[in-house]
């Protein structure tokens, strides 16, 4: 019998650490604390605000602001619709662009969002960037990183715990969480991001902002103009991955389902 127990307990472990993607319904496995993923994610937050520059652009500024805090309003509101309040436990939102010519953004555990300079110029508009926004948000709520950090610590250290790794490896746990949150492409560590999640994001991205009040139709001009740019764009904005037509096409096909919210958004922006 003591030959079974490991797999017994292994196989509990994963149980306990499975848990449902909303809206998707995808099972997934996510084998660290969100306590421990948001403790990780304040302080890596906190470390990058004060080695990058803030922006001062008062305007600009402003509209990262509020286009955060309608799609954080319409997230909580649908969560809460589907029972999940849950996974939004803990969070500390703050929306905050720096200063880069790199067109990127991303949201870490807890909401905490950082937006590129450089992506304004493919945004365009308030709701270009409210497209943007819903996506990088909708990776978070579907913990998406806790999934990229969980299969990182399963496949390359074995399963053990964050709290260990950060003791016995911390610069390979670093390593592993600036993949998981695309803050590591100039270290080349970045994770290649994975069609399904690139595809939950624009799904549920969709749906928070036509709550938000922001027109869903415009994410398929955002992602023209994001996939004209070349290579240029960071892995999270690569655009071969997903393959450009298919996703412009995944997109047409959710508008149905999107549109509603946006056509009994309380107010349209
Ligand atoms: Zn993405």
């Not at 990058?48 to 520059?53: D, G, I, R, V």
């Amino acid at each position: 019998m003591r030959f079974y127990r490991p797999l017994i307990l292994s196989v509990a472990f994963f149980l306990v650490s499975c848990s449902t993607v909303p809206l998707t319904g995808r099972r997934q496995i996510n084998i660290i604390p969100a306590g421990q993923m948001m403790s990780m994610s304040f302080q890596q937050y906190g470390d990058f605000l004060k080695t990058h520059e803030l922006s001062k652009d008062r305007r600009q500024v402003a509209m990262v602001k509020r286009v955060g805090q309608r799609i954080q309003a319409a997230t909580e509101t649908y969560m809460a619709e589907q029972n999940m309040s849950d996974r939004l436990a803990g969070y500390d939102w703050a929306f905050n662009l720096v200063v880069s010519p790199e067109p990127n953004a991303w949201c870490m555990p807890g909401g905490k969002v950082v937006i590129y300079t450089g992506i304004l110029e493919y945004t365009k508009d308030e709701t270009g960037l409210a497209v943007v926004m819903g996506h990088e948000i909708a990776h978070a709520v579907a913990k998406h990183g806790n999934e990229r950090m969980s299969q990182g610590l399963i496949t390359q250290m074995g399963g053990i715990a964050l709290s260990e790794a950060l003791k016995n490896k911390p610069e390979q746990t670093q390593a592993l969480w600036m993949g998981a949150f695309g803050l590591g492409a100039q270290l080349g560590v970045m994770l290649p991001y994975s069609r399904t999640h690139e595809s939950e994001a624009d799904h549920l991205g969709l749906i928070f902002m036509a709550m938000a009040g922001y027109n869903p139709e415009k994410a398929v001009s955002f992602w023209q103009r994001m996939n004209s740019s070349g290579g240029g764009a960071p892995p999270e904005f690569l655009s071969t991955h997903p393959a450009h037509e298919t996703r412009i096409r995944k997109i047409h096909e959710l508008l149905p389902e999107a549109m509603p919210y946006y056509q009994s958004a309380p107010q349209k922006y």
